[in-house]
């Protein structure tokens, strides 16, 4: 038997609080619907909270009271003739547990949904089309054909489970077992719907429209109550988690609340300055450039990035400066440029060593130089 400490990763002194969020988070990463595969895994974390989450069940279980913090009665051992049987061959106590309810709700479901980066910046609505189970549009969920309806099952008389008597060692033994007739439901279907086979859901693709709230980035989910897997007999359905994958855009690209773009300008107007029209998801603006703007020089538009997620704030535009250096001239223009070149004294330039390259290293010794 597995340590329900160890299944959620607690100590055995965890308060109430950290034995639910050590829970939360197993589930959402084991839930079969999320990870499927692991439907074990789930399974003993489900059953790990629910005794460790129960106060009384927990002290049981400490006390060495069994996987499901049953406890033992008072003065320790076995409680009686249903205990033993259960211990020794898995039982019930001549208990029964009573029907299965026909009804019950449905699966959670998660789909993914592609947007471009204007939708995921500033919001919008696009179209889906899901696949799920949905109440039959035959039998409106009953699972019967019209004029029909379940009856009592004859063999458990609506228990849902039978008792059998086997005799052992100990004795004759009374069990409580899955009634074989109705399958614990208690109720059958002699004439089952024959589009959805008594099922009560069939699966169908719908078309749905999702909002898009703004700010979202690639991987959010979304939650929509009540979207996903109708329940058997037509059941309420679960959750349906829509993720977010974004697109890659031409232009654009998203770092955290601003939007990044860059330009090329030719070195002339780096060198003198100019005003260049840059179309933007505003529309079209103004990027200044500033005279002797150099390459790699970063550009702010302030609030034109992306609306911050649950907020109606926005972030920057950043567009970094490519200068262009021409590769071709004709004779009249490498004639201007050598003349510039004899003004400013560049004839046979030197190079100069960067400052803002300088690796780690150096900076540390400089420091520590007292430079």
Do not use: W
Request: aromatic share 6%; charged share 25%; glycine share 14%.
């Amino acid at each position: 038997m597995a340590d329900h400490y160890e299944t959620l990763g607690v100590s055995k002194d965890a308060s109430a609080a950290e034995i639910k969020s050590s829970y939360r988070k197993l589930a959402r990463k084991y839930h079969p619907d999320v990870n499927p595969g692991h439907e074990d895994e789930f399974k003993a974390i489900s059953l790990a909270y629910d005794v460790l989450s129960d106060p009384e069940k927990r002290r049981n279980y400490d006390m060495g009271g069994g996987e499901n913090g049953q406890g033992f009665p008072a003065g320790g051992g076995f409680g009686g003739f249903g205990d033993i049987f259960e211990t020794f061959f898995g039982g019930g106590g001549g208990q029964a547990a009573g029907p299965i309810p026909r009804t019950q709700r449905g699966k959670d479901a998660l789909v993914g949904v592609n947007i471009d980066l204007r939708t995921a910046a500033f919001g919008g609505t696009v179209d889906l089309d899901v696949t799920t189970a949905v109440v039959c549009d035959t039998c409106s969920g009953a699972g019967t054909q019209e004029g029909t309806s379940v009856e009592t099952c004859s063999l458990c008389h609506g228990a849902g489970s039978v008792q059998r008597m086997t005799r052992t060692l100990l004795g004759q033994m009374v069990t409580n077992q899955t009634c074989n007739s109705c399958h614990g439901f208690g109720t059958v279907i002699p004439n089952p719907c024959l589009n959805c086979q008594g099922d009560g859901r069939v699966r169908k693709q719908r078309t749905m429209k999702i909002r898009i709230p703004a700010g979202v980035s690639d991987g959010t989910r979304i939650q929509l109550s009540s979207q996903g897997e109708v329940g058997p007999g037509g059941g309420p359905a679960g959750d349906l988690f829509v993720e977010v994958m974004v697109t890659r855009h031409e232009v654009f690209h998203r770092d955290g609340d601003n939007l990044r773009a860059a330009v090329a300008v030719p070195m002339t107007a780096a060198t003198l300055g100019a005003t260049i029209p840059f179309e933007t998801f505003d529309g079209t603006q103004d990027l200044n450039i500033a005279a002797g703007t150099q390459s790699g020089t970063v550009v702010k538009l302030p609030g034109l990035g992306a609306t911050r997620l649950r907020s109606e704030t926005r972030g920057d535009l950043l567009i970094t400066v490519d200068v262009l250096t021409p590769e071709k001239l004709d004779d009249e223009q490498r004639e201007l440029l050598e003349k510039l070149a004899q003004l400013r004294g560049e004839e046979a330039p030197r190079a100069q060593i960067s400052t803002e390259n300088r690796g780690v290293f150096s900076r540390m010794r400089e420091r520590f130089a007292g430079r």
